[in-house]
């Protein structure tokens, strides 16, 4: 038997992470990878595994206490001398930003509907409520949470020393969508102005017996897909989205684009349409700033540095992983980080700082097809660039059609940061450096 030291691997920029959850405890059997505990920052909260299969000797950490890189969490007996690690890197943590699978705020995930009235049991939810100390709850209780989208710390626990149990989450729950009904009850008497803003009045969600008219398959969520559904759900409710759709002339960048990529063939590294897109937003990002920023409260956080993050489609779904400081990065850099994350993104590898700290994004569907859409912003982001599939279109030049390749784009932006006027803007200054990169120089 040898004795092994766990310590918390490369967990990214994560500083003085908190642990919320211990899953094991001394004498237990521990398999490689297998979740030791959960820590949580304002970002993310991640599942860091063990790097080896052993017996827990002992346990070096308790709830509340703060972990950063290389301290030691646990001794494990393993059988033998020469027990192989498993890298236990950043990769291998599990994390779950708090926020969409990329952008990180700190509100909970959970539908704004949720702010109408509560039952006896259960207090209103608000995401503005931060509860001093850490809810009590175990694994099993906090992985119906999440699934739920239920904030735990605002669920109050009924269960030993306030611990918080299944029938408490299953008793929010009932209490927000009771206070749903509520709520629309309430919207029926008021006056038609709904001067007093409060509840959505919506109609609860209609709970259909599909079976009734057909054969059906269940398919569980992937957990990614049920984090960014209530992070998507959140955006979309609760920012006044616009989007300005626009058409850039990218005839002459492609055909560099294009040139470029034969005569470095060799190198391996394929030049993207994405690449220069990420440049030209920079560049936009840098003429209105407003763009490349954040609401807190009633101040505007203007970001001094350009990390900007892509969607990327996923076998387990949306992720958007980010390339950092891309003014001071070159096409070729930018187009072989791109790859890169987006393997990783494919390969559910990404680290949580891989995924965090992008201040606009870019969701191209380009490879694809399609004309425009209306792309959700990524929270706390106040806008995100929807690009589509470029298509040969008759243009005219003054004088004549002629035919050029345009570019369909459709910016999101938040209307109580960004007003029409400076959208227009920004997109037909985008157009411009998509149409002569020189002005890039300007
Ligand atoms: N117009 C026309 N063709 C385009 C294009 C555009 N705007 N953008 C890319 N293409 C073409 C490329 O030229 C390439 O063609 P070839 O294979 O013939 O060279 C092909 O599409 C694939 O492009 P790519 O390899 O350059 O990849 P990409 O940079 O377009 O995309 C990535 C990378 C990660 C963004 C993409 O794989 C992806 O996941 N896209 C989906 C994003 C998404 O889901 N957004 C929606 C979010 S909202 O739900």
């Known amino acids: ?11 990214g920029d994560f500083k003085d992470v908190t642990v919320i959850e211990v899953l094991v405890k001394p004498g237990d059997a521990v398999k490689a990878e297998q979740s030791l505990i959960t820590v949580e920052s304002d970002k993310a909260s991640m599942e860091i595994p063990s790097s080896h299969a052993g017996v827990l000797k002992e346990l070096m950490v308790k709830l509340g206490d703060k972990l950063n890189i290389g301290d030691l969490l646990a001794l494990l007996e393993v059988a033998g001398g020469a027990a192989v690690p498993v890298a236990a890197t950043a990769a291998a943590v599990q994390a779950v930003p708090v926020a969409t699978p990329v952008a990180a705020a700190a509100a909970p995930a959970v539908a704004p509907v949720a702010v109408a009235a509560a039952s006896a049991t259960q207090p209103a939810h608000n995401p503005t409520v931060v509860a001093a100390g850490l809810p009590h709850a175990s694994p099993s209780v906090r992985k119906f949470a999440r699934e739920l989208g239920v904030p735990l710390n605002e669920v109050k626990g009924t269960g030993l020393k ?12 009932q209490s927000v969508m009771s206070g749903a009904v509520k709520t629309q009850a309430i919207a029926a008497q008021a006056p038609a102005s709904g001067a007093s803003g409060a509840g959505l009045g919506l109609l609860p969600w209609p709970v259909v017996d599909f079976t009734k008219f057909g054969p059906v ?17 959140r955006n979309w409710v609760m920012i006044p989205h616009v989007t300005n759709h626009d058409d850039a002339d990218i005839t002459d960048l492609e055909a560099f684009r294009v040139s470029t990529n034969k005569e470095n063939e060799k190198s391996g590294v394929k030049v993207t349409m994405l690449a220069f897109l990420i440049k030209a937003c920079v560049a936009a990002l840098k003429k209105f700033p407003e763009f490349n920023a954040s609401l807190d409260g009633d101040q505007l956080v203007l970001k001094q540095y350009y990390h900007i993050g892509f969607a990327a489609d996923t076998p387990n779904g949306l992720m958007v992983p980010v390339i950092k400081d891309a003014d001071k990065k070159g096409i070729f850099q930018i187009s072989q980080e791109m790859s890169e994350l987006a393997k990783k993104a494919r ?4 680290s949580p700082a891989e995924m965090t700290g992008a ?8 490879g694809i097809g399609g004309r425009y859409f209306t792309p959700i912003i990524n929270a706390p982001e106040v806008a995100i660039l929807g690009v589509c599939k470029s298509s040969m279109e008759p243009v005219w030049d003054g004088k004549t059609f002629v035919p050029r390749l345009m570019l369909p784009l459709s910016l999101s ?10 959208a227009a803007r920004f997109n037909v200054y985008l157009g411009q450096i998509l149409g002569d990169f020189r002005r890039v120089l300007l």
């Open 162 to 173: 306030g611990r918080i149990t299944d029938k408490d989450i299953q008793s929010f729950t």
């Open 359 to 366: 201040g606009f994004t870019i969701s191209s569907l380009g």
């Open 347 to 350: 390969e559910g590898k990404l």
């Open 217 to 233: 398959e269940r398919r569980d969520l992937s957990r990614i897909k049920k984090i960014s559904a209530a992070n998507l759900h």
């Open 1 to 11: 038997m040898a004795v092994v030291e766990i310590k918390v691997p490369d967990i």
């Open 413 to 422: 932006w938040d209307h109580r940061v960004i007003d029409g006027a400076g």
